[in-house]
């Protein structure tokens, strides 16, 4: 199993106020879209930052919106307290986790010691380093590119044994802020409308071209991925929108300023072990549905914990996190909690006391219910 977190990713083509001359720069993410198990608009807590939250949700399956308003970051407010972690990565052999950038933010070290994370590779390591040779950018000012970040994905997924089941996340960071100018030498994308400040438009501009780059290496991550003879799995997001769109409002256009896109492909040796497996229709998701869908589409038996996941996943409309108490369902309407019907509302309600008794409570449940 792979998950990608695609940094500040989402389809410009979806922003109805923004048009621009080059290509289409998400052509190849559209297809595979169209090709994958099961694919649509992720609801994101964060605008323009917020990352580890996202993530955290995307592991564990509790999503930010059934917190408290203080809850602001779990990694730090929740995960070193709890009694146990339950998360998607804990149910394999060898899980690790890849990041071209420093790993001291958001405290991931004890986050992921606690969540059973065997190694967290990233530039200032010195027990994990990330390879040097994977480090280089579209230019040298640049992060590592996401070309570079999936040769090292890659390098990970052949050098382990068939025999030993394993999890790999990726958290890139080409197209993390800032976006300036000559970023990406010949870039041939230009803002026609609207009429934006100098200083946006060339942040529009080379963002544009950062997407294209990542478009680009996404199709060649897939090719690869197709002729391995293992079975993969990948679950594909970007994390949250860039702060740079300045004509539209993130409170007044919340629905669609937290929207990204979300895939899972699985290649074909995936689908030959995982045959059976029911089909899916999430058309906007949570990240916290990642691991009810992802074991779902895997076909493999699963523990009370991730069952309960599974029909709050297929009982409820996806949980809008960047505001509580409200919901969309998978035509996109925005729904609040008194829509809910009574079943869904006791679904809820269990859910929310799951959530509790792990993440601060006495810890009523016993470990059968989080057995691996």
Not at 32 to 41: A, E, H, R
Not at 140 to 167: G, R, T
Not at 317 to 323: I, K, L, R
Request: hydrophobic fraction near 35%.
């Amino acid at each position: 199993l792979i998950y990608v977190l695609s940094e500040s990713l989402t389809d410009p083509n979806e922003i109805k106020e923004l048009h621009y001359s080059g290509e289409n720069v998400s052509k190849n993410i559209d297809q595979v879209m169209q090709q994958s198990t099961v694919s649509g608009k992720m609801l994101s807590s964060g605008y323009g930052g917020g990352t580890a939250n996202i993530e955290y949700m995307t592991l564990a399956g509790f999503p930010l919106a059934t917190y408290a308003p203080e809850m602001t970051v779990p990694y730090v407010q929740v995960v070193p307290f709890a009694n146990v972690v339950p998360n998607v990565a804990s149910l394999f052999q060898k899980k690790e986790i890849l990041h071209p950038f420093v790993g001291s933010l958001y405290n991931r070290q004890g986050a992921y010691k606690k969540m059973g994370i065997n190694h967290f590779y990233t530039t200032d390591s010195d027990k994990n380093p990330y390879p040097k040779k994977y480090q280089a950018g579209i230019t040298k000012a640049d992060y590592p590119s996401d070309e570079n970040a999936f040769k090292f994905l890659e390098s990970k997924i052949s050098s382990s044994s068939n025999n030993q089941s394993q999890f790999l996340q990726l958290m890139t960071m080409q197209n993390h802020m800032p976006y300036v100018a000559g970023e990406y030498p010949n870039n041939n994308y230009h803002v026609l409308s609207p009429a934006v400040s100098g200083g946006t438009k060339t942040q529009i501009e080379s963002y544009l071209a950062g997407v294209h780059e990542s478009d680009l290496a996404l199709k060649k991550l897939i090719n690869k991925l197709d002729k391995s003879s293992r079975p993969v799995t990948m679950v594909f997001y970007g994390d949250h929108w860039p702060g740079i769109f300045t004509f539209v409002d993130p409170q007044k256009q919340a629905k669609i300023a937290h929207e990204t896109d979300y895939f899972i492909y699985q290649n074909d040796a995936a689908k030959k072990l995982d045959n059976g497996a029911q089909k899916q229709n999430r058309n906007y998701a949570s990240p916290s549905d990642f691991p009810a869908m992802t074991l779902q589409a895997m076909n493999v038996k699963v523990s009370p914990f991730f069952a309960l996941q599974t029909d709050v996943k297929d009982e409820l409309p996806a949980f809008a996190n960047y505001t509580r108490g409200t919901f969309v369902d998978n035509n996109g309407n925005e729904l609040k909690t008194k829509d809910l019907t009574t079943k869904q509302k006791k679904l809820l309600h269990d859910f929310k006391l799951v959530q509790y008794d792990l993440s601060s409570g006495k810890h009523y449940l016993s470990n059968s219910f989080t057995k691996k």
